[in-house]
């Protein structure tokens, strides 16, 4: 990653948004007549979260490629660039060697690498991403950029965690703790098995509905402070010559 080609005026705006973009699409999509996730899916196309392959077509069974993820992570997120200075126009290149800086997704992926996303030098844009990779960069990105409050982490017994790569474990073990994503009736999460993009949106869907019902909490006052610079000399009781 080449950072030296930009300087940070500022930390990033990290808190999550709720309020719709003005690019919000007006009609509903029109393929999700037998998808599960249907209603989660139209809600976020209201708030501009997720977007179709075309105006009206959203194609989620379609299996989402590393950069429709890391798309999803960062409109999630609400990660952008807005306090950021550059010293020279960026590529997307400078960061991924296989990206495409004219690509629909060049500028996602500046943002995502400059809000620190962790994502590897030689990333595939185009590869098809499985639902352990999604669900660890989502939580963790989540994590990240915003204060969520500390869990008490009952780890789940994964009947087929033999198949999970050993780093994202606790990442998995934590979005089932969310609720993001659940088991199957079998115990098994399929880590390996490439995730679809109405997949994928009802993970985001439920992490945002997450954060919402968990906001941070708010600083605490420093109330030993408080009552220090409440007190005075003329508080103090005065004294009487003679008194006893």
């Known amino acids: 990653m080449k950072t030296k080609t930009i300087i940070l005026s500022t930390v990033t705006a990290l808190s999550l948004t709720f309020a719709v973009p003005s690019y919000a699409a007006a009609n509903p999509f029109s393929d999700l007549t037998s998808i599960a996730a249907k209603d989660k899916i139209i809600a976020l196309q209201e708030k501009g979260l997720v977007q179709g392959i075309s105006d009206d077509l959203f194609a989620p069974n379609d299996i989402i490629t590393a950069a429709q993820g890391i798309q999803l992570i960062v409109n999630a997120a609400n990660l952008n660039l807005d306090l950021v200075r550059f010293l020279v126009e960026p590529?997307?290149?400078?960061?991924?060697?296989?990206?495409?800086?004219?690509?629909?997704?060049?500028?996602?992926?500046?943002?995502?690498?400059?809000?620190?996303?962790?994502?590897?030098?030689?990333?595939?844009?185009?590869?098809?991403?499985?639902?352990?990779?999604?669900?660890?960069?989502?939580?963790?990105?989540?994590?990240?950029?915003?204060?969520?409050?500390?869990?008490?982490?009952?780890?789940?017994?994964?009947?087929?965690?033999?198949?999970?790569?050993?780093?994202?474990?606790?990442?998995?073990?934590?979005?089932?703790?969310?609720?993001?994503?659940?088991?199957?009736?079998?115990?098994?999460?399929?880590?390996?098995?490439?995730?679809?993009?109405?997949?994928?949106?009802e993970q985001i869907y439920n992490v945002l509905e997450y954060i919402k019902a968990h906001p941070a909490p708010s600083p605490q006052p420093d109330l030993e402070s408080e009552t220090n610079s409440k007190r005075s000399p003329s508080s103090t009781s005065p004294q009487i010559p003679g008194a006893k």
Not at 102 to 107: G, I, K, Q, V
Not at 138 to 160: C, F, Q, R
């Open 91 to 201: 590529k997307a290149t400078d960061y991924f060697k296989n990206a495409d800086n004219d690509a629909w997704y060049a500028n996602a992926l500046i943002t995502a690498s400059v809000n620190g996303v962790v994502l590897p030098a030689d990333l595939d844009p185009n590869k098809k991403w499985t639902r352990e990779e999604f669900t660890h960069l989502l939580i963790s990105t989540i994590e990240t950029h915003n204060n969520l409050p500390k869990l008490k982490l009952v780890p789940v017994e994964i009947n087929d965690s033999k198949d999970l790569t050993i780093d994202y474990d606790g990442s998995i073990q934590r979005a089932l703790a969310y609720n993001v994503v659940k088991l199957d009736e079998q115990g098994n999460f399929h880590p390996k098995a490439e995730i679809t993009r109405a997949e994928a949106a």
